[in-house]
């Protein structure tokens, strides 16, 4: 049976900044109130026009570079976002056209910050069963546009941005890759971190003018509420990743945790006793972007050199749902 091990990652931010400076001339908020917060100093956002398809063009072609291979190679792509171009049909038909896939299939998955580790998990069965050689995985999000960027949208528009990242999931008979993956869901807290329009339950149409002026097309949260449960789930889920493997806290070579505030990331490494160079965090730079962190982080902690082969690399999210999930490799 084959191992599923990613042959290559490539990410891409969209060129537009937006400092915590730039956003206080929207809403009543500081830089320091978000700095001391979050740790985010900025994010990133597109123009208009531009979607989590279009972000995910230059990650994959970068992905692919790094692994060797073309468009042909790819069997099959899984698209994670919650913020898909369209409500129909999925981001990941958008970006087979776009990138002259061939007819492959193409899976848009929507577990919002723990999209990424799902599409691991999913390419990982279809790898071991030796049903494709090679998957495209993206994490890539639009979220600015679900922003608030009034004093009212103040507590979520601050922590939310745009980027995406793409890893290429190959076989290999090699002793490496992916050693688990374990995915979890809670739909009790479903309204604390929830996009309630346009949605299909509304009725005719989706969306209403009332819906707009009570602003349901924007992304909310009870951060409270979310954080406390975050503190919680994450250090939980990687300990069972940790377990299943009998592997040891000491011998993580990196966790690349979801990045959703630098405090939360703080907390899991005090509550897990890890060192700052076994812990990867780049929030300051792009804020949350969902889907997206984790493979952006992930490229740019192989860029840094913060990888090995051989190392043991974890990954960890939690989000809206709640759902959270972990993944081990052996790089
Ligand atoms: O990726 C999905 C998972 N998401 C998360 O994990 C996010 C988890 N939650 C959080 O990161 C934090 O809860 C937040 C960063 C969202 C908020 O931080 P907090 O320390 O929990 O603040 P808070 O919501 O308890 O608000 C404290 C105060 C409030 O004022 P009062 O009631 O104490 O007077 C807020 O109105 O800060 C106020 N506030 C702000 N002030 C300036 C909330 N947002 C802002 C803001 N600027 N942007």
């Not at 042909?72 to 999925?90: C, E, L, M, N």
């Not at 479903?190 to 005719?204: D, F, N, R, Y």
Request: net charge negative; with cysteine.
């Amino acid at each position: 049976m084959s191992n599923p091990y990613i042959s290559g990652t490539g990410y891409y931010l969209p060129p537009r900044v937006v400092t915590n400076e730039e956003l206080s001339n929207f809403m009543d908020t500081s830089n320091e109130w978000i700095l001391e917060r979050t740790g985010i100093e900025e994010r990133r956002y597109v123009e208009s026009g531009v979607g989590p398809s279009d972000l995910a063009i230059p990650a994959t072609e970068q992905a692919l570079l790094a692994a060797g291979l073309t468009v042909k190679d790819i069997d099959f792509i899984i698209f994670a976002t919650s913020t898909p171009d369209y409500y129909a049909p999925g981001s990941g038909c958008l970006l087979q056209e776009k990138m002259g896939f061939g007819e492959i299939g193409a899976l848009d998955v929507r577990v919002q910050c723990s999209g990424f580790v799902y599409g691991l998990s999913i390419a990982e069965q279809y790898i071991r069963t030796g049903m494709f050689k090679h998957i495209l995985l993206i994490g890539a999000e639009v979220q600015s546009t679900a922003m608030d960027l009034t004093t009212e949208g103040r507590d979520t528009a601050v922590i939310f941005g745009d980027g995406a990242g793409a890893a290429i999931i190959s076989a290999t008979e090699e002793d490496r890759g992916i050693l688990s993956t374990h995915l979890h869901t809670d739909g009790r807290y479903v309204k604390e971190l929830w996009l309630e329009a346009p949605a299909s339950k509304a009725g005719h149409p989706r969306i209403s003018k009332n819906d707009l002026d009570e602003g349901k097309q924007y992304l909310k949260m009870n951060g409270r509420e979310v954080f406390r449960h975050a503190v919680t789930r994450f250090p939980e889920v990687i300990i069972e990743a940790l377990k299943k493997n009998k592997i040891e806290q000491k011998d993580i070579g990196l966790l690349i945790p979801h990045q959703a505030n630098l405090r939360i990331t703080q907390m899991i490494q005090k509550k897990m006793g890890l060192r700052d160079d076994q812990v990867m965090s780049n929030i300051h730079k792009y804020g949350n972007t969902t889907a997206g962190t984790i493979p952006i982080a992930l490229g740019e902690a192989i860029e840094e050199g913060r990888i090995s082969e051989g190392d043991i690399v974890v990954f960890a999210s939690f989000g809206s749902g709640f759902s959270w999930a972990s993944a081990v490799m052996k790089w």
